[in-house]
């Protein structure tokens, strides 16, 4: 099969679907790889080292659309790649169509077959391609947030270890899955107080086991809202999968955190978690409500384009594989998980919380 490459059109978005080593694997498979000029360079892979494994080269964003039979890509398409889309194409990458209307309607108007990374399930209920960039979302949520909460950058001068008389900050995230994991880790790490949300018992239970010294909290709107009165730096992590982010934070918990202190919402690309949750770009990341310091980028991996290529990668590359090796109608028959990340076919939803979040009928897979 022709597979196709782009370069990433997300502002100041580095990461490559796919890696040379990955390349390698899937033409040594009998398939063909046609990557965009420079796809690579964020992430430290030059056109040479594809070239040196077996791809070919294309010059323009358009020709790696036409020629390709299956396109992955890392972020779901820029409106500058909508003019591509055709019934007979494939495409496997992150989508969030919940919060992405206008991208929806255009795969679904010209009956793209997508794939979606962030709902392919394993059969423990696992999301394995979105634990990776979760996982690095969450890191970074701490190290973003505790550069905010700098004076100099708007913040209330708090260092999160805090110093001799001075007490360590406090760190409230919300969600006690992969993102808020590594969160609560991190924060831990440097020294924060951290005191995490779930509706899960048993995720909150897991993570007092392994992390003792943090609070873990059933998530109510009461013991939301006290936890944000006392929060220096909020994280948002809270994930329905498909759907939109439930919007629990009210504008009145932003406010109770007091001026200076930081929000970053990395479940920004489901919609949000609060009220006040907007989404920002890298080049212009954060905006202010009530004093609160909002921290709202989608593409929050894209910091570090060489860790989060390596890491998305590896877990893709099967999957890639048995679309590739198959073809998308046999891959759906054959593998539950395939089936899973389904969400755009002839023109149908087959993804209920996405068609239920964007108010589109739903078609089962059938
Ligand atoms: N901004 C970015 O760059 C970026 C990068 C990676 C992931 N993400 C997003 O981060 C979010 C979290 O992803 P994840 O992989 O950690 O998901 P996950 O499924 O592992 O965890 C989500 C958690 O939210 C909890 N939850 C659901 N409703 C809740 C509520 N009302 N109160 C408290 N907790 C609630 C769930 O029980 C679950 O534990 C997703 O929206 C994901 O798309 C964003």
């Not at 991190?186 to 007092?208: C, N, P, Q, Y």
């Not at 009165?229 to 498909?242: F, Y």
Request: with cysteine; proline share 6%; net charge neutral.
């Amino acid at each position: 099969m022709q597979i196709g490459v782009p370069r990433e059109r997300k502002t100041l978005e580095k990461r490559v679907a796919i890696t040379p080593e990955g390349a390698q694997h899937l033409i040594k498979r009998g398939h063909s790889l046609l990557i965009e000029a420079g796809a690579g360079e964020g992430s430290g892979f030059s056109d040479d080292d594809y070239r040196a494994v077996g791809c070919r080269i294309a010059r323009t964003l358009g020709d790696v659309w036409s020629n390709a039979e299956l396109l992955v890509k890392v972020k779901e398409p820029d409106p500058s790649e909508f003019e591509f889309f055709r019934p007979d194409i494939v495409l496997f990458d992150f989508l969030h169509l919940a919060s992405l209307p206008e991208v929806a309607h255009a795969l679904l108007a010209k009956k793209v077959t997508a794939f979606a990374y962030e709902t392919l399930r394993t059969s423990e209920g696992r999301l394995p391609l979105l634990e990776p960039m979760s996982e690095v979302a969450g890191k970074l949520s701490v190290l973003n947030g505790s550069y905010l909460l700098l004076s100099q950058n708007g913040g209330r001068g708090v260092l999160l270890g805090g110093a001799g008389a001075a007490p360590p900050a406090r760190v409230m995230v919300v969600g006690a899955g992969i993102a808020g994991h590594a969160a609560c880790a991190t924060a831990h790490g440097m020294g924060a107080r951290v005191s995490v949300f779930d509706i899960s018992e048993k995720k909150l239970a897991a993570l007092h086991k392994e992390l003792p010294g943090i609070s873990t909290e059933v998530s109510t709107p009461a013991s939301l809202a006290k936890g944000c009165s006392q929060a220096d730096l909020l994280v948002g992590a809270v994930l329905i999968p498909g759907a939109a982010t439930p919007r629990i934070i009210t504008r009145d918990m932003i406010r109770s955190i007091g001026s200076g202190g930081v929000f970053v919402d990395i479940s920004i690309d489901q919609g949000g978690c609060a009220e006040t949750s907007k989404p920002t770009t890298l080049d212009k990341p954060t905006y202010e409500v009530d004093g609160v310091i909002h921290y709202g980028v989608c593409n929050m991996p894209a910091q570090t384009p060489r860790t989060s290529t390596i890491a998305l990668a590896a877990q893709t590359l099967p999957f890639i594989e048995q679309l590739a090796d198959l073809g998308a109608a046999k891959a759906i028959h054959s593998s539950a998980e395939i089936k899973s990340a389904l969400t755009c076919f002839n023109g149908k939803l087959t993804n209920k919380p996405t068609a239920e979040a964007l108010g589109v009928p739903y078609s089962a897979p059938a």
